[in-house]
């Protein structure tokens, strides 16, 4: 026995996740719909998912006007679902994401 400990997924997150329902433009690709946000990423549900690794830049504006326009990285697609890795967050956008999550 290696001592290794598999947790479950829920308790692996380093990040809370909330739920949204917001629009996102992924640079190149057709609008989807936020359906969680957190600091580590995005989910998204999606008619034209990118493919798994995908680089992807995230533009998306919410309710109460505030912007967020981040890179991430496609590391999960399971159907029209599709999860997103932020890869560089600037102090703006932390400070957004911390006020939307905060929010819900």
């Given at each position: 026995m290696s001592g290794v400990v598999s947790l479950p997924r829920q308790e692996r997150r380093l990040h809370r996740r909330v739920p949204i329902c917001e629009l996102v433009q992924l640079a190149g690709e057709a609008p989807a719909r936020a359906v969680d946000l957190s600091l580590g990423g995005i989910g998204l549900d999606s008619e034209h998912p990118p493919e798994l690794g995908t680089l992807v830049r995230v533009r998306a504006r919410f309710t109460d006007g505030q912007e967020i326009d981040t890179q991430g990285?496609?590391?999960?697609?399971?159907?029209?679902?599709?999860?997103?890795?932020?890869?560089?967050?600037?102090?703006?956008?932390?400070?957004?994401?911390?006020?939307?999550?905060?929010?819900?």
């Amino acid at each position: 026995m290696s001592g290794v400990v598999s947790l479950p997924r829920q308790e692996r997150r380093l990040h809370r996740r909330v739920p949204i329902c917001e629009l996102v433009q992924l640079a190149g690709e057709a609008p989807a719909r936020a359906v969680d946000l957190s600091l580590g990423g995005i989910g998204l549900d999606s008619e034209h998912p990118p493919e798994l690794g995908t680089l992807v830049r995230v533009r998306a504006r919410f309710t109460d006007g505030q912007e967020i326009d981040t890179q991430g990285e496609v590391v999960r697609v399971e159907g029209s679902r599709v999860a997103i890795r932020f890869t560089a967050l600037e102090q703006r956008t932390l400070l957004t994401l911390l006020a939307q999550i905060g929010r819900r």
